[in-house]
């Protein structure tokens, strides 16, 4: 199966820092901005330890015989 080029981390990363970031820094976000980029963030740190917990179980699963 191929890998999608741009992963979904990545995508929201990059909505986080370049685009809800730089909105609160100029003051032109509004509440329901800043309610969706604390939802952007809740869930890029969800994807990042759904990483970090199919590498653990890969970690511990032996080897097929």
Do not use: D, W
Request: include cysteine; proline fraction near 9%.
């Amino acid at each position: 199966m191929p890998q999608p080029s741009v992963k979904p981390h990545r995508l929201l990363a990059f909505y986080n820092r370049f685009v809800a970031q730089s909105r609160l820094r100029l003051g032109a976000a509004s509440e329901r901005q800043g309610i969706g980029l604390r939802t952007s963030v809740a869930c890029e740190v969800a994807l990042g330890l759904c990483v970090l917990a199919a590498a653990a179980l890969l970690g511990v699963t032996p080897p097929p015989q």
